[in-house]
């Protein structure tokens, strides 16, 4: 059985606060994904979940309480746990800009990796405090905001016990994801006592690397990665999206296409033999240990990588274009 992880990075959006939007505000945009019509945030995603008998994980990122304090954590919270999904820890150290007593001495960093072992360990053990003190059960599991963790990031979870680490995501191999070898892994390997389970995707060009994230994989090429996984014995296929990824970049619409793509993965994930959804804690404890065949990824296909680029095309004139009023 390959364990599906649909993880969801629930965060405040660092611009808006930048930008003088107050946490109200921020959280109906970024967390509940409110516009003119409608709500398409975690309430959205939670309800196809459950629709479909599914569970998600929640990496929700604490940081904002430098600012705001612990508060605003309790309804998200409440509202994940509460309806059966997991919390995770997410952090996105660009929130220390802002803070008006630095626990890590008043250095700052857009990426937890940009930091030092002992500050690493800091900030990881204060967010998961945070959390937990605002109704999370113990938290198990991490990613990096921005995927920016280094080698130091998976010792620093071992120190604090932190089992799980989320944080490799091929994509940002260039881009912020400095653990080792990032670009090559493709199932759970055991780094520094931390269970790492990066990102899934497929290749979708010669010597490329398309993440299975719901804004950048078509539904197709989803079906194709998952199909390959359970065909190989991959022992998970973690696919990532975001609390307000349902909603156009300016946040002003719902995109129609990326929901679509979205349920189509819940219906996959349903239907699909060999293939059992799950969070962190439910993840077997042999998952590591059990034998399992070399590991593949998906070929590239120029049918299937053109077909996602037409349909990438099509959605942002329909959804991203900027409306002008009549």
């Excluded at 030092?116 to 998961?128: I, M, N, V, W």
């Excluded at 490329?208 to 804004?215: D, E, K, T, W, Y």
């Amino acid at each position: 059985m390959t364990a599906l992880l649909i993880t969801i990075d629930t965060e405040l959006s660092a611009l808006f606060h930048e930008q003088g939007v107050g946490i109200d505000d921020n959280i109906r945009s970024s967390i509940w994904g409110e516009v003119r019509d409608g709500a398409y945030g975690i309430f959205w995603q939670m309800n196809e979940l459950e629709r479909h008998g599914l569970k998600g994980v929640f990496f929700l990122d604490p940081m904002p309480a430098l600012v705001h304090g612990v508060e605003f954590l309790k309804p998200i919270i409440a509202t994940i746990a509460g309806r059966g999904h997991e919390v995770q820890l997410h952090i996105h150290s660009e929130w220390l800009r802002w803070a008006s007593a630095s626990p890590i001495g008043g250095r700052q960093g857009r990426n937890i990796g940009d930091f030092s072992l002992e500050d690493q360990a800091t900030l990881l053990s204060l967010g998961r405090q945070w959390l937990e003190d605002a109704g999370a059960p113990a938290i198990t599991a991490f990613r990096a905001g921005n995927f920016g963790a280094n080698d130091d990031t998976l010792r620093a979870l071992e120190q604090v016990g932190i089992a799980w680490d989320s944080s490799v995501n091929p994509a940002y191999h260039r881009h912020g994801c400095r653990i080792s070898d990032a670009r090559n892994q493709i199932g759970p390997t055991l780094r520094s006592g931390v269970c790492e389970l990066p990102v899934s995707g497929i290749v979708d060009r010669p010597g490329g690397f398309r993440p299975a994230q719901i804004c950048a994989m078509s539904a197709r090429e989803m079906g194709t990665g998952l199909r390959h996984a359970v065909s190989e014995g991959h022992p998970a296929f973690v696919v990532v999206t975001h609390s307000f990824e349902m909603l156009s970049r300016d946040r002003m619409r719902p995109n129609r296409a990326v929901m679509r793509r979205f349920t189509a993965l819940c219906r996959q994930a349903t239907e699909m033999v060999g293939l059992g959804v799950c969070g962190f804690r439910d993840l077997p404890p042999n998952l590591l240990t059990e034998h399992r065949p070399p590991q593949t990824r998906v070929r590239p296909s120029r049918l299937r990588t053109t077909d996602r680029m037409v349909q990438q095309l099509w959605a942002s004139w329909r959804y991203e274009r900027r409306l002008i009023p009549a």
